[in-house]
């Protein structure tokens, strides 16, 4: 029986990573198809399968990247015959056992939003995993825009968030940024075009992942990452991954209850009111008032009400 991590799947074809550093190509075995679980196993989360009667059942699970696996040999071919339980597991960017997402926000090209920053924190607090946040095309910043953004990126190292700006294209944050990715997997995530896959060229020398110019058409970019991915570097294991567009972004399963808690700043607010969902103008609402005195982000608080209401129409 051995075991290794699966850091690539493209076709029905897995890449497996083996502690000694060697990678495998593997398929999956047919008697993987059905695994037994237990009703507290992760794999169970989001399964029906189990009634609160039975304790174990067989459901289906597919390895994804990031998984760790037992595989076995058979006349030269590798077969993954079982998916170690998951420390997490993320649908977008879909890979498992992660420790820290990268998020890479261009500061222009495509245009900084603090909305669909506050979106994607929202997601990663969601499954409980750190963020690093990376402003990545400073280059293109005049200096007064760059302490404009700068400034208002205060506010989130204030919220305990690492926030780097980097020029990708010449790389000078390297080695801080290799102190940031040791010893943990990490995987880059953000817009398409965003420069996800350039930045990895510039933390692992020698690299030349496919990237791509934006499209000035659509101020996006074109999707050139098409699979997710996990590159191992001295320790380090990185992932690169296909970017988001604006309008694949979902709420997966938030609710406007758990949304403020998801908003860490808010805690500290208190409302007078137990279930308050601090609307504009609520009289005695802490997270309202702490808004007007300008101690929340007034682009924080007007994400906050745009995502709440962007679930209430979703929910429909
Ligand atoms: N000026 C400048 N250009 C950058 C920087 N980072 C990336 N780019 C450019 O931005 C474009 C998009 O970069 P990619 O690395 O392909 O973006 P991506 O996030 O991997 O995109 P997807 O794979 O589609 O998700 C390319 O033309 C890069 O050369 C940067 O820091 N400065
Ligand atoms: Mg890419
Ligand atoms: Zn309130």
Known sequence: MAKGRVINLNGGNYQILLDDGTIISAKASGRLRYQKVSSDSEFNKNSNKLSKKLSTARIKISPKVGDFVVYEESEGNSYITEVLPRKNSLIRPDIANVDQIVLVFAAKEPQFSFYLLDMFLVNIL??????????????????????????????????GWQVLFVNSLNLKERNKILSLLKGKVSVLSGQTGAGKSTLINGIIPGFSLNTNE???????????????????????????????????????????????????????????????????????????????????????????????????????
Request: with cysteine; aromatic share 12%.
């Open 126 to 159: 969601k499954q409980n995993i750190t963020p690093v946040i990376i402003v990545s095309k400073a280059d293109l910043l005049t200096d007064d825009e760059y302490v404009s953004l700068n400034l208002k990126m205060d506010y989130y190292r204030n919220l």
């Open 214 to 316: 934006i499209s000035k058409a659509l101020g996006r970019g074109k999707h050139t990452t098409r699979e997710v991915t996990l590159y191992s570097y001295k320790g380090i294991l990185l992932g690169d991954t296909p970017g988001f567009s604006k309008f694949d972004l979902s709420f997966f399963d938030l609710t406007e209850e758990e949304l403020p808690h998801l908003f860490p700043e808010f805690d500290e607010y208190m409302c007078k009111f137990n279930d308050c969902a601090h609307l504009k103008n609520t009289p005695g609402c802490g997270v309202y008032e702490a808004y007007l005195n300008g101690k929340i982000l007034d682009t924080r608080y007007l994400s906050y009400l745009k995502m709440r209401e962007e679930i209430i129409k979703n929910r429909g």
